[in-house]
Every structure is written in structure tokens, then in C-alpha cells.
């Protein structure tokens, strides 16, 4: 479908389902200060972790533009329409079907960091009162990673847009049941997905050239995790074992 065919039907089905979707709206801005504190408490636990900082690069936080959230409810009322459903999410239900209003998102260098970086990560969420309420799960495209992942007991999703990354979502035990997105990926992962959210978001680009050209490029960064690994291996097959001179 062209862009502009694709504009057109949002701004249809957004007329079609107004009266739901501004309440929806009107729950993000009465919940906005609340849903900030979280990102910017769980930026801070994880960003100034002593623990965590060996482990990864950085920690970046950000809060869904409400515009993003507005193009997001219509896209889900479009899938409910294809399925010949009515649209569903309602003030009562918003925090369990949408997920990712607040997102957190740490950067590491290479693959084999993830087990470590989990296990901190659990043990800093348990000590600040947060909970695990979906466990990790990491979505692929490059099937030769499956095996990697479901061997560390993390589930994986096949996607077929290329889109690599580790997802889990956390919640407070006593400030309220507010959902909050972390994802864990590689830098190389994250140029891909910086690229790919420019050129696809809010609107999936319809050009074919871009969508052959970002094709190339996760399989670059593929490719680009890949020699990172083995770079760290080597290094740490070669890298004898500290002396007690050394401590």
C-alpha cells in the first residue's frame, strides 16, 4: 500500500473509533508525570549500577510520544478490523495490552554479556521492589542465533522484518501495575534499529530500494556482531588469568 494510501485509512479509522482512542489519550496525559518517574527510576538503577557497568555500554531511556501512541492505537484498530473485530483496548486494559509506553534499553558490546547482564539485572529489579511480568524473549531474523538463546533458556520469536533484540517487561510491587519495556541488544543491533525506526516509523516505508537496502544493512550487522564475538573470544582465550599481583 502507498504511503498515502496508508495516511488515508488512518485518519478513517482514527474518525471511525475517536471517542475510544482520545479516552485513551486522555489516560496518557493524566498518567505521563507517573510513567516518567518509572523510566527515569529504572534508568537511574540500571545506568548507575557498579554491578551492571562492567557488562554494557549504556542505558538509554525514553518515554512514547503521545503522537507515536495516538498512530499506534489506530494501527491496532486497523488489525482489529481485519479481523473482522471491534477495537478492544479500553482505560481499563491499556496497561495490559500496551506494553511499551515506557521503554528502557541497554546497549552491550557482544553476545556472550547476556547472561551476565540478565542475572545483574534481575538480581537490581528484585532489590528495588520491581518484578519480572514477561521473561525475556529474543526476537530474531538470523536463525543460526536460536540455538544460542534457547541454550541460556531465553525464548525466541522468529521475525520476518529483521528486527534483533531482547525484550522483557517489568512492573513495580508497589507503586502500581505500570508496564515497563526493556530491551537488551548489541550496538551493532542498534544501529540497524536506529536506521530501520527512522525509515519505518510511525509509516513502513513503501519503496522497495530502502527496504532492500535495509535488508543489506541487518545483514551487516549481523555479520558485524559475529566478528565481535569471535574477537572477544580469541582475546579471551589469549588473556591469562590475573595473578595475585595483579589484585
Given at each position: 500500500m502507498k504511503l498515502e494510501d496508508k495516511i488515508k485509512l488512518m485518519e478513517a479509522t482514527y474518525v471511525e473509533n475517536k471517542t475510544a482512542i482520545d479516552k485513551l489519550l486522555a489516560v496518557?496525559?493524566?498518567?505521563?508525570?507517573?510513567?516518567?518517574?518509572?523510566?527515569?527510576?529504572?534508568?537511574?538503577?540500571?545506568?548507575?549500577?557498579d554491578e551492571l557497568k562492567p557488562l554494557i555500554h549504556s542505558v538509554r531511556y525514553r518515554l512514547k510520544d503521545k503522537d507515536h501512541f495516538k498512530d499506534k492505537l489506530i494501527r491496532k484498530a486497523i488489525e482489529n478490523n481485519d479481523a473482522?473485530?471491534?477495537?478492544d483496548i479500553t482505560p481499563e486494559n491499556l496497561f495490559q495490552r500496551i506494553q511499551d509506553l515506557v521503554g528502557v534499553r541497554i546497549l552491550h558490546i557482544h553476545s556472550d554479556q547476556i547472561t551476565d547482564i540478565l542475572?545483574?539485572?534481575?538480581?537490581?529489579?528484585?532489590e528495588d521492589s520491581y518484578k519480572i511480568i514477561e521473561e525475556p524473549i529474543a526476537s530474531i531474523w538470523d536463525l543460526e542465533y536460536k540455538d544460542y538463546y534457547e541454550e541460556r533458556n531465553i525464548k525466541v520469536i522468529?521475525?520476518?522484518?529483521?528486527?534483533?533484540?531482547?525484550h522483557l517487561i517489568i512492573s513495580s510491587y508497589n507503586r502500581d501495575n505500570t508496564p515497563i519495556e526493556l530491551q537488551i541488544r548489541t550496538l551493532a543491533e542498534e544501529l540497524w534499529g536506529e536506521v530501520s525506526h527512522t525509515v519505518n516509523y510511525p509509516h513502513e516505508t513503501s519503496r522497495k530500494i530502502l527496504q532492500d537496502q535495509l535488508a543489506i544493512l541487518a545483514r551487516i550487522t549481523s555479520a558485524s556482531t559475529r566478528l565481535v564475538d569471535t574477537i572477544f573470544k580469541i582475546n579471551k582465550e589469549h588473556t591469562p588469568p590475573p595473578t595475585e599481583k595483579d589484585n
Open positions: 496518557y496525559d493524566d498518567k505521563k508525570s507517573m510513567l516518567k518517574r518509572h523510566g527515569e527510576n529504572i534508568f537511574g538503577l540500571l545506568s548507575k549500577s473482522g473485530a471491534k477495537f542475572n545483574v539485572v534481575k538480581y537490581l529489579l528484585g522468529e521475525r520476518k522484518k529483521m528486527y534483533t533484540s531482547i
